[in-house]
């Protein structure tokens, strides 16, 4: 069971991600300004940028729904840990942050034990990478490997959450 020490932790993790977001949208809404009133020409390219607030704004909403069902069902119960790991990830990855190897079993809502388990299976299906940080012995990072940042952002594209997407009728 996540205790409270860890719960404080997840929710300041998601505030201030919140926080982030929010800045990155603001950003994003310049942009579109600006671009709106632009003079059109050719056809517009892909915006990488908001490709990457799409994806950000998915894995949030993700991760959200996640928390919002723990508060009513045991998260042991709901069985992801794997998905929540690869989301924080993501997550954090479009932050520009680091991972450590705790903070990521504290995001798979898990166990310790269970939530290193599972880190083993995403590393071995070259989904996750682990590094020494420089310098203190005890902790590692971990990160998506190029497969698993193409596999978490493909799922997430096609994901209803993802904006412009619909459920099936």
Do not use: F
Request: hydrophobic share 35%.
């Amino acid at each position: 069971m996540t205790s409270p020490k860890e719960l404080r932790e997840i929710v300041e993790r998601l505030s201030k991600l919140a926080e982030d977001i929010e800045t990155e949208v603001g950003q994003l809404r310049a942009r579109r300004h600006a671009r709106d009133a632009a003079p059109q020409g050719k056809a517009q390219e892909r915006d990488p940028y908001a490709e990457r607030l799409n994806l950000l704004s998915t894995a949030y909403a993700e991760s959200r729904s996640r928390q919002v069902r723990t508060r009513y069902i045991r998260p042991q119960l709901l069985g992801e840990p794997a998905w929540d790991i690869l989301v924080d990830l993501l997550i954090n990855e479009l932050n520009d942050k680091r991972v450590s190897v705790t903070s990521a079993c504290i995001a798979s809502q898990v166990p310790a034990t269970t939530a290193l388990r599972w880190l083993t299976l995403l590393e071995r299906d070259n989904l996750v990478k682990r590094e020494k940080a420089n310098g203190d012995k005890r902790r590692r990072w971990i990160s998506l490997t190029v497969e698993g940042r193409r596999a978490i952002t493909e799922a997430l594209r096609h994901s209803p959450n993802y904006p412009g997407n619909r459920w099936p009728s």
